[in-house]
């Protein structure tokens, strides 16, 4: 018992000196002020409009000459195929003797032909060149150099051009306000949508289109341009009936068909309404110029008389022949 009394009263004196010290410690020590440190978030992934094979892959319509000198004169399985696609090995006909080396990249390319159109005054537009893949060598000889099919939006063929691939820098996604399908005239650049990549006729968001906007009318990659067209002109398949036509009449005539008290009937001879017959086109004699947003697009590339363009928002289809103005 009295063992325990005494170690009791150790234990209570050791506690005692030791709060003493530390009160004493800390009464000596100056009080340094909290600093907190912000944390820094992440910093976002920068999006871009266009990606991948809508950048590389876009094509382009260009006055300039194209360079002929390099293509695709061989691949490994050419006995089996006749097409080639990602991580085919082909051979091109440049090597040592043309600078040529390891890790070298290539956009393949493919010459379509003279583009020109009835949407546009400025006559010939240029050569269309499609933009098929991108290759990266992996052995140089002295003549020929062996790559790899690195992408391909496209099959590739035996013939095919290669040239030294561009740097391309899409314009950055940015929130847009909502697209205003009564919009006014902004007074600068008009032209026309004259192709669509793959020839296609009814376009929608993200497809690849041309238009005859270039570097001579000084329009930049990242313009952002509004597609219109005149109210009345908007049917590819029905000519100029346009937005008065109605699915009821099958687009069967230019007047309006309805009932027996119909703006048509109400007009017939013998009854008490006096006059001619209203059509869709005499209902639309007087008015003035109203024309219809139809869409929105960004540029990506641009050449001489011709720019390379994506289709960023629609409110219908679009296409060609679309008139386009730079916002």
Known sequence: MRFQIVCKRVTASVFAAVTVFATVGLAQQPQRPVVLTPITPPTARTMRVAE?????????VQTSPIDTSRKIVGAVEEQETFLYSQNNFVYINAGANKGVQVGDMFSVVRPRGQVKSHWTRKGSLGFYTEEV?????????PEVSVAR??????DILLGDL????????APDYRQRPAMDLFGDPSGKAVGRLIMARDNVDLISRDFIVYIDLGAEDNV?????????????????????WGESASARDSFDSFE????????????????????????????????????????????????????????????????????????
């Open 52 to 60: 991948r094979n809508n950048l590389y892959c876009a094509g382009y």
């Open 133 to 141: 893949g991108a290759l990266e060598v992996v052995r140089v000889k």
């Open 149 to 154: 099919v690195k992408t391909s939006c496209s």
């Open 162 to 169: 290669v040239q030294p691939t561009q740097v391309r820098v």
């Open 220 to 240: 930049q990659v990242g313009d952002y341009l509004t597609v219109f067209r005149r109210l009345g002109k908007g049917n590819p398949f029905f000519g100029d």
């Open 256 to 327: 309006y068909r309805g009932g027996r008290f119909s703006n048509q009937t109400g007009r017939k001879k013998g009854e008490t309404a006096k006059g001619k017959v209203v059509t869709t086109a005499a209902a639309k004699e007087d008015r003035p110029y109203i024309r219809k947003v139809v869409g929105e697009m960004v540029i990506l590339n641009v050449k001489e008389r011709v720019a390379t363009a994506l289709v960023t928002r629609t409110a219908q289809e679009i296409h060609t022949g679309d008139w386009v103005e730079v916002q």
